[in-house]
């Protein structure tokens, strides 16, 4: 079935240096994945996405690398500043039909000053 | 950048009473959402709705509840009789088209006591 799941629940990280947060998921039919960021009482918030004929895609101090092998996708914040404290979800979707997200549980990513 | 407004932020009701919670997408959108999050787990699909009708949606989204599009702009979940575990954040999303990255508002709180 559809189902989108994260290895960690927590991650904590030094000011300054990287993290990588996983996400795998299960749908092989997903092609459409897309990575927010959630504060505290607040909405998500888009970070960045990548389709599935992509392994990689790089934003602003943020890459998304997509193994569609293993079925598992990945999001690296380069520089980690007190701001990026925060849950992270990864989501999939399939393009064809109606558009709807499945999302992770989540990861609360904290950064160390 | 363009957003998706909510109100009310939060919404506190009695058991079975009916509340009706909103949203305006972003103009020139043309798909919208609602999804739910239970305090602490992940963002749940409700249903998706396009050209004046629902699209999907999911097990949650029971008799309970309906979705209109009164006018041009606003966007209405209604729970005709709420029930404790009702309780959450409703978020609604919008698209332009299928295959975009779906931008959130910032939730409306339900508390159902």
């Known amino acids: 079935g559809e189902s989108v799941g994260l290895h960690l629940p927590t991650l904590s990280v030094q000011e300054g240096d990287n993290s990588i947060i996983n996400c795998a998921y299960s749908?092989?039919?997903?092609?459409?994945f897309i990575w927010y960021k959630q504060e505290s009482g607040k909405g998500p918030q888009f970070i960045i996405d990548i389709r599935s004929n992509m392994d990689k895609r790089q934003g602003q101090r943020v890459t998304v690398l997509l193994n569609k092998t293993v079925k598992h996708l990945s999001l690296q914040i380069a520089a980690t500043q007190p701001g990026d404290s925060a849950v992270y979800f990864c989501a999939e979707n399939m393009i064809q039909g109606a558009q709807k997200l499945v999302f992770g549980q989540g990861t609360r990513l904290t950064i160390n000053p | 950048e363009p957003e998706v407004t909510q109100t009310p932020s939060h919404q506190v009701t009695q058991m079975g009473q009916e509340v009706i919670l909103r949203c305006v997408p972003i103009?020139?959108?043309?798909?919208f959402y609602w999804y739910r999050q239970i305090l602490g787990q992940k963002v749940e699909f409700l249903v998706s709705f396009y050209n004046n009708e629902i699209s999907e949606k999911s097990e949650i989204f029971d008799d309970q509840f309906s979705v209109e599009r009164p006018d041009g702009s606003n966007f209405t979940l209604k729970i005709r009789s709420t029930k404790l575990e009702d309780s959450a954040m409703y978020f609604c999303?919008?698209?332009?088209?299928?295959?975009?990255?779906?931008?959130f508002g910032a939730g409306t709180r339900l508390s159902v006591l």
């Open positions: 749908n092989s039919a997903s092609d459409y």
């Open positions: 999303a919008s698209i332009p088209e299928v295959g975009q990255r779906e931008y």
């Open positions: 103009s020139n959108h043309l798909y």
